[in-house]
Every structure is written in C-alpha cells, then in structure tokens.
C-alpha cells in the first residue's frame, strides 16, 4: 500500500537514453519508437545564428503516464478496464480492453500506446508487475539514470524522498488547466 | 521531415513501417507469477560495451539473463547504466553472432564460410603459420597482432609478443588518445587522471562528455555545480548544456589555449608558488609565449571567439579555487594535437592545478601484482617499424597509419604475412578503408577473435567466435586513482553455442602452436640449439618458455582466486566475487541522495600524494628532432578552405561504441542510421533539405548520406557520427544504414605519437 509519485529535476537530464533502453529491456516492450512507456521530449529549439546561438528555450523533459489522481483514461473507457491499483497507479484490466482507443484519445499527455502483442493499450505503470512485484523500490528507468534525477516514491510518506523534495523546492506539473492532478512532478 | 536527428519519438510516430520484428529482451515472454518459482540470481559484472567498463548486477533466471541493473558499489561507475550498458542483454543475445568457428571457402571479402569444429581450425592456423615461419626462418614478427578491447589486452600480448615473439602489436591507441597521454606524461611525468568532481571551473575542448559518455567524468559533471565553458565547431549536447559554449574554427583549439598562457603570464594570473616550486624552463615558456604575441585578439582572429570573451575565461580560470582544463580522450584531430594537449596540461600547471581537487591527480591506484611466465628469446624475430619517422611514439601500440602505409608500400625490413584481430574492426575505425583492405589482401593468413560478424571478420580465413563480456570472468582489474577500487568481471552465463572466452582460445592455439613452432627455433636458432644440446629436447623447450598455454594451465577463476587471496585476503577476494567491486569503504558508503553515494569519504581520497615531479615547459628531444618544442602556432594551422570545400569533423551518438553497437537491436532503434550536418544557411543557399542525399567526396573516397541543416554547426564545417556505413551483409540489422566516415577521412597522421589526425579531411558536397 502506497501512493507512488515521481519528481522530475529535469534541467539535469542529457538525453542519454538509458531510461528508454532501461524501461523497453525491463518491462519487455516491444521494439519500434512508437512503442514505449515513457519518452524524453525535446522542448524548443536552439535559436539565432550559429555563432550566436541561443540555447535557452531547449529543455529534455521526461514524458509518461502523469499518473493523474483524475485520470481522463479511466473515465474515458466503456468498458471500466482501467482502474486505480492499491499502490495509486493507473492500471488496466488487460482482459476488459478490446481497443475502443477511447483512453488513447482521452490522454491528455499521449502517454498510451497500442501494445500490439497482447492487444491492449500500454503506458507506464512504475514497473509495477516487475519490480515492484518483486518487491523492488526502484523503477528501471529511476536506478539507471546517470543524473539520479528521478525521484521515485511513497507520496502519503512523509519521510519518503520525494515527499521532502517536494517539499523542499518549486515544482510544477504538466497541463495543470485540464485539472488532471497528475501525481508526476517537475522540479524548478 | 522535421528533426530527424532530434526527436525521435515525434518524427518517427507516423511512420507504419518500423519493424516490430523482435521483442526487447527475454522477460517479455515469461510470466511474472512463474518466474517467481524459478531460479533466480543477481551476479555482479562488469560492462564491455564501451571503454568504461561499469559495473552491473545481471539478473538471472533459469539461465538467461533478463537484466542488467547498475551496481551501486563501484566509485567509477556512481550507480548507472547508461543506454548502451542497458542494451548488453541485445549484445549478448543478438541473432548475428558468431556462433562456431569458420573457415574461407571463398575469395577474401566474398563471404562464403565453412562450419568447423574448433580443432580444425587451429589445425588450419597452424599449417599457415608454420609455412610462414619456416619460410621466415624463425622471424615471427612477420605476424602482426592487435586488439582493441581493454580488458585481456595485456594476457594477448603475453601471447603473441612474449610467447609468440612477434615485435608488431597494433592497438586503438594510435587512432585514439595517444598523444594526450604522451603529452601528460612527457609534462608532468605521469598520465595522471582528471578529477572532475573536485572541479569547481571546468573548460572543455571538443570532448563531448554527455554523449560520449566516459565515467565518473560525464556522470560528475551533472552532478557537480562547476561553471562549465565547452568550445566546439558543433553543437552538441554537451555544449548545449554548458554555462558557456564558445562556438570556434575546427583545429583551433590550440590558438585559445596559447592566449590564455598568454594572458595568463603577461597578467601574471598563474600561481606563482607553484610555478617556482615546480616548473623547469618557464623563462622559455614565457619568452616564447610573449615573443610569438599570442594575445588574445590574435587568438580571436584564428578561432572566431570574441577577444573579450578569451580574456574574460582565462581571467575567471585562474581565478578559480579548482579549475580544470579537461584533456579530452579520443582526442587527434590535427597535426598539432600533441602540443595542443600539452597546453592544456601547461594551462593546468599555472593555475596549480596538478596533485590537488580538481586537477589532474596522480593519486594511489590499486598496484596488481602481475602473474610472471617464462619469455622464450627468439633470435630471428624483426624489431618494430611502425615507429620509424615518429618522434616518441607508444611502447605499447603501434601507430597504425605508419605501420599499415609501410606494409602496403612494401617498405618494411620484413614481410608482413599474418594478423591476428581480436575485437578491433581494423577495417571501419581507421581513415581511408580501402588501404586497410590492401593490407589485409596481401596477408597469407589473416585470422579474427570476435563476437560479431564484423566488416574486418568478413575478410578473415579463420573466425574464432569469441563469448561476450556475460560469458566469462576475466582477470581482476584496478581501477581509478583519487578513489582506487578493484572490479571483477564474474561470469553470468556459461558461453552460448560453441563460442570461447580469449583465454581458452589461447589455451586452444597454444596446445596445437607450441610445439611445432618450438621446432621452427630449433631448426634456426643457434642458442636454442645450442640449450637443446645441453640439457635435451624436452627441458629446452620447457625451460625455455616454448609452451605457450603456461598461462593457462589453471582457469581464469582459480587465477583470479590465488592472485586475489595471495594479495589481499580472503575478504576481499569474497567481495570481488558477491559484489563485484571492493575498495576499503565500501561498508561505510553513504547515499547521499536518491541513489547517488559517496565512496571515499572526502578525507581519504588520494588528491594530493607525495611525488617528485617537475612540470617541463620544453622538450628538447622535440627540438633536436625539428618539432617544436613548446606549443606553437602555425600559419598552416588556420582554418583556411579551398572554395565550396567543408572540413569535416567526426563523433558519436551517446547510443553507440563505434562500429561495436552498430548491429545492437535496441540501440538501433534510437539510431538507425546517421546524418550530416550541415549548417542551415548553407544548406539554404544550396537548396539542401531535411533528409536530401548528398555525396560527400574527398581526397580519398566519397560516401552517400542524407542531410541535416541545423544551426547548431558552424557554416564550413560538416559532421557526421561514427559507427555507421558498415558492408558486412552478415550484421542484418546495420547494414546499409547510413555512411562510414573512415571512407573518406584521409589518412594522415602526426608524427610525435604517429597518431591518425581525424579532423583535417576537406570534401566537396553534390546533391543527388
């Protein structure tokens, strides 16, 4: 029982791939980049000439399932294959989805994918039925990272590292507007 | 088409056609609740899909391994793993492997081989190589040897130079970072290492740490709040992530480098303590800087960095309490290379920083004890060539270009008549391919040790299939000098199909080699006669040295085991073993945060060590042989360009190791092929597009690749990533993909260390 969040410091991240690579040999995913459980975004664009380039507006953001405490998936689906597992994670009744795509469309974020092998719609769970089923605390994409930059936790623990780093520094959450709640965080 | 060499997940998203051919890795296929009952273990290795060998802990189930997990215990590798540690599991599992021993049935290069068991085979190398040494009469540097993997290095050249008694062995250090080695130790008396962490002021030229990643420096830059300066003529993600990036001219990198010792002596901005204590011939340094007037408009002039902003660096650098100037690693770019890393190392000296945080440290590493054999003395046998016309050169590795021109030209002392390769893919990683070809066409034997089905393993008559760096436990290694550990490669699985770790390969050759070679001495050499006349056939050969498995005579972990025990215990061994890693503070390690530890604890790292060194300004070895003896700029260093010409510079993709990764299924699919970039105002002008393809042609050869117009490349400069461009048919998953640099990269070398200079290649481009 918990109520698993992740926090981003994101300015850290150099694009290495190694949670991408981490993730799909964890998790099993299948191979081709529209396939996957979580992304790095490359935000803007250098800017100017060359020898004045302005590099201020790129950013690499982490980019999954937001892990919204009102997810727009779950309501989405007719036929009440998604719920929320004892751990706040947003799961799927693999065996109640026959691909309407109706939480594909509603995702706000593009975090779903088809999972063409076994026919249902995809997206992170935090290694929920490989980690931490095996009773690990740390996602793969978490304990690889050369930065350290994600912070992977127990949101209801006060003691918990993410609990007092987000206490402890700015943060922002992605698409706030829509009133999603995600449970994803990026440190300023 | 937009981004195609960015964002992979957008551009890529509309395209239906990717292949879903092959799940990502084992685990996929079985089901959690029964894995659970099943046999599971987490054994520590250490990674081989770069130069860095991190460490890891491979889990293991019912014999196949379905992950690779970072091991928090090892200082180097700070509890990581990057894309390509994560992608071992599709190394080791690759469909394209070499799986059993082969033999040419074909013309060299047509690809048609014969299944052999392995005792054919070495049944087949030795007639070869018998003809040949007999013919050579005992010379048996007429074998040439190389390799080009870190760990075994040393146990190969045990074999082929101390047992075999060939002088020729070639390694990637010539097509590397030979000078920057050479110009250290020839500066400060050592190689020393680069404390990053400790840095609080840290300038880099070219390297590009954050995508080719190299441990612990690239993982201490992200975690370490120094100011960071990058210069590059590209953009890379490095310099995107710098506090400053210096946009220059490609090769002037030199110029900057004397303008601050420049600024830096006529400021008097240098630690003059440390400059009296330690350096010799300062007064000629400082002549020769202040005469040649390197200031700092000079300095503009070559490299396109505003003086203002020279000054300004150089002023914050010596200031600083711990600035370092990075020496880079894979580092000859032009003729100059040598001095250009000596300046570096001088620019680090006058600010003090050497054998202190955050300079180059010599530190304590870890000293192995080496296992001693035997070394037959072979008469007859050629000295090396490959140094001829080089002023200092490699005790170790020879300079490739040198000794591959000479061979070719037919100029050496001696035929050249076999090669053995291991894990050195001789025919994609040095400039100007089609002479490495010639090279290997004109040996009578050429044999290969490798794990894949390289473009140099096509050209082989005999492949050894050799098992991955998953397959075997080799020998126990030092690693690092400021927080010293020692690693050990645990074997996770048992080699798959009938492939061999080098040691029992080695053990195989030498069972059948020793003897008949053993013979070839006798009937030439007069002292071996001689012995075989005093005390018999059978204790000349064995007192001799002549028994080439000698090393081999117990396994790799009962070695590792009595070496390990004899010099530090039994504890340590057991640590070696469970953890993978030892170092004297790995009980007491400290996280720090979110899974990041400290190791040494501040006070016992070796920043500073007692050591007799003097920093030598100038080398007058260099000066007797007419190079320079100081670092010195040259009219023919300007970046200068014939008209519609572009100077093309190399690098990688943070997903590849050079052409090692270019068949790995997963690290594929983040790079399935390369690009050149071009800058897009050129691009403009031209009328070149996003995904155009363009022949690029130089001196040497021209190569077909498409487009990438981006701002983030200076206008007369082109790049494209190594790694790609591979012929070989057999690696189905990289062939055809992209272009290979080394086919036009001409192949010229410098003659301090006889390195190939990789950036100093002009090309024409046409739009197909």
């Known amino acids: ?188 | 088409m937009k981004k195609i060499e960015i964002s992979r997940r957008k551009f890529l998203q509309g395209s239906v056609t990717l292949c879903v051919y092959a799940t990502s890795s084992l685990s996929s296929t079985i089901d959690i609740s029964h894995t659970q009952k099943n046999h599971i273990e987490n054994i520590p290795y250490l990674c081989n899909m770069c130069r860095n060998k991190c460490a890891g802990f491979a889990r293991v189930v019912d014999n196949k391994v379905e992950k690779l997990n970072p091991n928090r215990y090892f200082p180097k590798s700070r509890n990581m793993l990057c894309p390509k540690g994560n992608a071992g599991i599709d190394a080791l599992y690759d469909r394209d492997r070499l799986k059993y021993p082969l033999i040419r049935i074909g013309k060299r290069g047509d690809g048609r081989y014969k299944r052999v068991t392995w005792d054919e085979a070495y049944e087949y190398i030795k007639d070869k190589l018998v003809t040949i040494i007999d013919e050579e009469k005992d010379n048996r540097s007429t074998i040439a040897y190389c390799n080009g993997e870190g760990f075994n290095k040393d146990e190969y050249i045990k074999f082929f130079g101390s047992k075999m008694g060939s002088a020729n062995f070639l390694d990637e250090g010539s097509i590397c970072l030979n000078t920057k080695l050479g110009a250290t130790q020839l500066t400060i008396g050592d190689v020393g290492e680069m404390d990053v962490a400790g840095s609080d002021y840290l300038i880099i030229s070219g390297a590009n740490r954050y995508e080719s990643l190299i441990t612990p420096d690239s993982v201490d830059m992200i975690h370490t709040k120094q100011k960071l300066v990058v210069l590059d003529p590209r953009c890379t993600v490095t310099a995107l992530k710098a506090d400053e990036y210096l946009p220059l001219n490609p090769g002037t990198d030199l110029a900057f480098c004397l303008s601050m010792i420049y600024i830096a002596i006529t400021e008097k901005l240098y630690d003059k303590k440390y400059v009296k204590e330690y350096f010799k011939d300062f007064d000629k340094l400082q002549k020769h800087i202040v005469e040649n007037k390197y200031t700092a408009e000079w300095a503009e002039s070559k490299t396109h960095i505003p003086s203002k902003k020279i000054e300004q660096i150089t002023k914050e650098f010596f200031g600083a309490k711990n600035p370092l100037y990075y020496l880079g690693r894979r580092s000859v770019w032009a003729q100059n290379d040598f001095q250009l890393r000596r300046a570096m190392v001088l620019i680090n000296a006058l600010a003090g920083s050497i054998n202190r945080e955050g300079g180059i440290i010599f530190g304590k590493p870890f000293v192995l004890k080496e296992e001693e054999i035997n070394e037959p003395f072979y008469n007859a046998s050629g000295g090396r060539f490959d140094l001829d016309g080089i002023v200092y050169g490699s005790q170790k590795g020879g300079s490739w270009l040198n000794f591959r021109e000479k061979v070719i030209n037919k100029t050496t002392p001696y035929p050249v008549r076999a090669m053995f390769i291991r894990k050195h893919n001789i025919m994609q990683n040095m400039p100007n391919i089609a002479k490495t070809k010639q090279m290997l066409n004109m040996m009578d034997l050429v044999v290969v040790l490798d794990t894949m089905p390289s473009d140099t393993a096509m050209l082989a008559d005999v492949i050894l299939p050799e098992c991955t760096y998953l397959e075997r436990e080799d020998m126990v290694v030092s690693f690092n000098r400021l927080e010293p550990s020692l690693a050990l490669r645990n074997q996770v699985i048992k080699p798959l199909y009938e492939s061999r770790s080098m040691q029992d390969i080695l053990k195989g050759l030498g069972q059948k080699l020793s003897k008949p070679l053993f013979e070839i001495s006798a009937k030439y050499d007069e002292d071996l006669q001689e012995s075989i006349k005093d005390m018999g056939m059978r204790k000349a050969f064995k007192e001799g040295g002549y028994d080439f498995t000698e090393l081999y005579k117990k396994s790799v972990e009962d070695r590792n085991k009595d070496l390990i025990v004899a010099q530090f215990g039994k504890d340590i061994y057991s640590s070696l073993k469970n953890k993978g890693v030892w170092h004297p503070y790995i009980e007491e390690e400290k996280e720090l945060y979110n899974d990041y530890y400290e190791y040494y604890p501040k006070e016992k790292r070796f920043y500073t060590v007692k050591r007799d060194y003097k920093v030598n300004c100038y080398l007058q070895k260099l000066q007797k042989s007419g190079f320079d003896p100081m670092p010195t700029w040259h009219k023919h260093y300007d970046f200068v360009l014939p008209q519609n010409s572009f100077r093309l510079i190399t690098g990688r993709y943070v997903t590849s190791t050079q052409t090692a990764t270019t068949n790995n299924i997963m690290l594929k699919e983040f790079k399935e092929k390369n690009y050149v970039w071009i800058n897009n105002k050129v691009a403009k002008n031209l009328n070149i597009n996003e995904g155009d393809y363009l022949v690029l042609s130089s001196a040497v050869d021209s190569v077909v690749i498409q487009a990438y117009p981006t701002n983030k490349i200076a206008p007369q400069v082109l790049w494209f990533a190594h790694g790609f461009g591979t012929s070989s048919e057999e690696l189905t998953n990289a062939y055809g993909k992209g272009a290979s640099d080394n086919m036009i990269i001409e192949d010229k070398f410098e003659k301090i260390y006889g390195c190939a200079t990789m950036h100093e290649t002009n090309i024409t481009i046409r739009k197909l």
């Open chain 1, 1 to 188: 029982m918990a109520n698993y969040g992740m926090a981003f410091d994101y300015k850290l991240c150099i694009n290495c791939h190694a949670c991408e690579v981490a993730c799909k040999e964890e998790n099993g995913i299948d191979l081709g980049a529209k396939n996957h459980r979580l992304w790095i975004q490359e935000d803007g664009e250098a800017e100017g000439d060359f020898w004045n380039l302005d590099r201020d507006k790129i950013n690499f953001m982490q980019m999954q399932c937001q892990e919204c405490q009102d997810a727009p998936c779950l309501k989405a689906c007719p036929n009440g294959a998604i719920y929320v597992d004892n751990n706040g994670i947003v799961r799927l009744h693999k065996e109640r989805c026959d691909l309407t795509l109706a939480c594909m469309k509603a995702c706000p974020y593009e975090a779903r994918y088809i999972d063409e092998r076994n026919h249902v719609t995809d997206k992170c769970i935090f290694c929920a039925d490989t980690r931490l089923a095996r009773g690990e605390t740390t996602t793969a994409c978490q304990i690889t990272c050369p930065a350290k930059l994600r912070y992977f936790g127990d949101l209801d623990d006060e003691e918990s590292e993410i609990s007092k780093v987000l206490r402890e520094r700015k943060h922002f959450t992605l698409k706030p507007e829509l009133g999603t709640k995600p449970k994803l965080f990026y440190l300023e």
